[in-house]
C-alpha cells in the first residue's frame, strides 16, 4: 500500500504524469529563482541605502558649505575667461570639492556600484596649515593656461604690491579648459581688506582674474 501510494501520481496515467511533472517543474522554477531574487533585494536595500546617504551629505554640504563661501569677496574675470567662482576655507585642515561635494560624493557611489560614470569632480585637501585659504576656480575662453604659467601678485589698500603670492595652481581640468588656482591668505582674510589680486598668465600677459577683497 505504501508503494502503490507514492507511485499512483507518477504512473497512473498521462494525466498524473503531466501534474507530477508540472509539479517537479515548478520546484524547479523557484529552486533557481529564489537565489537570486535574494541577492536582487539586497542590492536594491544596498542602492537605497546608499542614496540615502548620499542624500544626507548633500543637505549637510549645502548648509555647510554657506559658511565656505567668500562674503565680502568679488572676483571680476578678464577678457580671457569666462566664468569665475572664489571659496575661502579657514581653520588648520583644508578641503575643497571641484565641482561641488554633491559631484564627488557620486563618484564614490559609481566606483562602489562599479558604475562606469565618473562627473568629473576632485578633491584638493591641505593639512596642518592653520590660516585661511583662498581657492579660485575659473573656465578659460579659449586655450587652457599651464598650471606653472598661473601667478598672482596683490595690491594692498595702503598702496603697496605684494609680488609672488604664496600659492600654486590646484588643479587644471583640461576637458572643461577650468583651473583652480589657491593660494594662503597670510594673516588671515581680515588683513587683506581692501585689497586688490590680479591673477594672470605669465606666459601671454593677461590678466585673467580681478579679486576684490571688501
Not at 517537479?24 to 546608499?50: D, H, K, Q, W, Y
Request: charged residues 20%; aromatic residues 10%; glycine residues 8%.
Amino acid at each position: 500500500m505504501w508503494r502503490s501510494f507514492w507511485a499512483a501520481p507518477v504512473f497512473s496515467g498521462a494525466f498524473g504524469f503531466d501534474a507530477t511533472a508540472a509539479l517537479i517543474t515548478r520546484l524547479r522554477t523557484r529552486s533557481i529563482n529564489l537565489p537570486m531574487e535574494a541577492p536582487a533585494r539586497r542590492m536594491s536595500g544596498v542602492v537605497f541605502l546608499c542614496i540615502a546617504a548620499l542624500a544626507s551629505v548633500v543637505v549637510f554640504t549645502i548648509r555647510s558649505s554657506k559658511h565656505d563661501l567668500a562674503e565680502g569677496v568679488s572676483a571680476i574675470p578678464g577678457p580671457s575667461v569666462e566664468r569665475v567662482s572664489v571659496v575661502i576655507t579657514q581653520g588648520t585642515n583644508h578641503t575643497f570639492y571641484y565641482r561641488g561635494r554633491l559631484a564627488w560624493e557620486a563618484n564614490r557611489l559609481f566606483k562602489f556600484l562599479r558604475l562606469p560614470i565618473h562627473t568629473g569632480a576632485e578633491r584638493r585637501q591641505v593639512s596642518n596649515e592653520s590660516c585661511d585659504m583662498l581657492w579660485l576656480t575659473f573656465a578659460h575662453r579659449g586655450q587652457l593656461s599651464h598650471p606653472w604659467d598661473l601667478h598672482a601678485w596683490e595690491a594692498t589698500a595702503a598702496g603697496g604690491k605684494i609680488d609672488n603670492v604664496t600659492g600654486g595652481a590646484a588643479l587644471s581640468d583640461k576637458k572643461r579648459r577650468v583651473s583652480v588656482f589657491m593660494w594662503e591668505l597670510d594673516g588671515g582674510l581680515e588683513k587683506h581688506r581692501g585689497d586688490t589680486i590680479h591673477v594672470f598668465d605669465k606666459s601671454s600677459r593677461a590678466e585673467l582674474v580681478r579679486i576684490h577683497i571688501h
